[in-house]
């Protein structure tokens, strides 16, 4: 994240842009940014409200929250202690922020932080933000790739469980007891799927050593019933360019996902977890006119997905 701390904030706002018209040229005409550096984004919110057919509709979290010095810390969202989460909270909500992010476990792209499979922050902590989120609103998405910040997050009651690795300090725990406790809380599980298939694919360490067995759980919690989404983590390797959450689609029935359900993990209940079903991830009169034209039929053969034939945003044709 080197490049990326050393970018101002014309520059950064100017590759903002070009991503933003990337994903929408894909087919992706509503994104959740969680990961922003110092608000930027909501300056591509007000212009896109005013262009909307130059990007997606962004609902931003801000910078998210993490300890001093920890994962991510260089998108400018260090805070610790309950009440100065809650007034993190808080300022997010006033400036039009629509999700709270927050760090739960270290992760893989921050020298000097936690591992993954190490918990940032109490449960005390994670309860503080989720209340005052929830007072104000607000959705909560909780990065959490350790099995105790999964746990941790779903005690506190967050809405959705980024990546959900399942790490623990000797390798992979995805031990029944917490499946059935995800799929019992009702908070929506965002995996971190979709790589680009013609740039050579490299997984944090952490994550390859394991990743057969996270696969697994992956198809055990859709088989129990979890709100399974995607999160595409686009724009932090040369593999996650910002077009490439279709690929995920793929990527979720290469794992025995049934196509339907994969579609719908990008639509109606991805909306649902964003907090704009109705408008959003369907086609239907009084919906925004949203849409994608591919050649094929995805629920055929998911690939279909990346041969776009047309997109349409807030009923204007960009592509």
């Not at 009440?83 to 709270?100: D, N, T, Y």
């Not at 390859?208 to 995607?230: F, N, S």
């Not at 919906?287 to 629920?299: F, H, M, S």
């Amino acid at each position: 994240m080197t490049s990326l701390a050393a970018t101002d904030d014309a520059d950064l706002l100017t590759h903002m842009r070009a991503a933003a018209r990337s994903a929408l040229h894909a087919g992706i005409t509503t994104i959740r940014d969680l990961g922003d550096r110092d608000h930027l984004s909501l300056a591509l919110v007000e212009e896109l409200t005013q262009h909307p057919e130059q990007g997606p509709e962004i609902l931003t979290s801000g910078p998210p929250l993490t300890t001093r010095g920890g994962h991510c810390h260089f998108f400018g969202g260090e805070v610790e202690g309950p009440e100065a989460l809650r007034a993190a909270v808080r300022e997010r909500h006033s400036r039009g922020c629509a999700v709270i992010k927050i760090m739960v476990s270290g992760g893989n792209l921050t020298p000097g932080s936690v591992p993954p499979h190490q918990s940032q922050y109490s449960i005390g902590d994670l309860r503080a933000v989720v209340d005052e989120a929830h007072r104000l609103g607000l959705p909560v998405a909780a990065h959490a790739h350790g099995v105790q910040a999964i746990n941790d997050a779903l005690e506190a009651g967050v809405d959705s469980l980024e990546h959900v690795s399942f790490l623990t300090p000797n390798g992979v725990d995805s031990n029944s007891g917490l499946l059935d406790a995800i799929v019992e809380s009702g908070s929506f599980v965002s995996l971190t799927l979709g790589w680009d298939r013609f740039v050579a694919v490299e997984l944090p360490k952490a994550i390859a050593a394991h990743l057969d067995r996270i696969l697994a759980a992956y198809r055990d919690m859709h088989r129990l019933g979890a709100k399974i989404v995607i999160g595409s983590d686009a724009g932090i390797a040369p593999d996650k360019p910002h077009d490439v959450l279709p690929h995920g689609v793929g990527d979720l029935v290469r794992l025995g996902i049934p196509p339907v359900d994969a579609l719908i993990s990008v639509t109606s209940l991805a909306a649902r977890l964003c907090r704009v079903e109705g408008r959003k991830g369907r086609i239907a009169a009084g919906a925004d006119a949203d849409l994608l034209a591919v050649n094929g039929n995805p629920l055929q053969n998911p690939a279909a997905l990346l041969d776009v034939q047309a997109v349409f945003r807030a009923g204007v044709r960009v592509r």
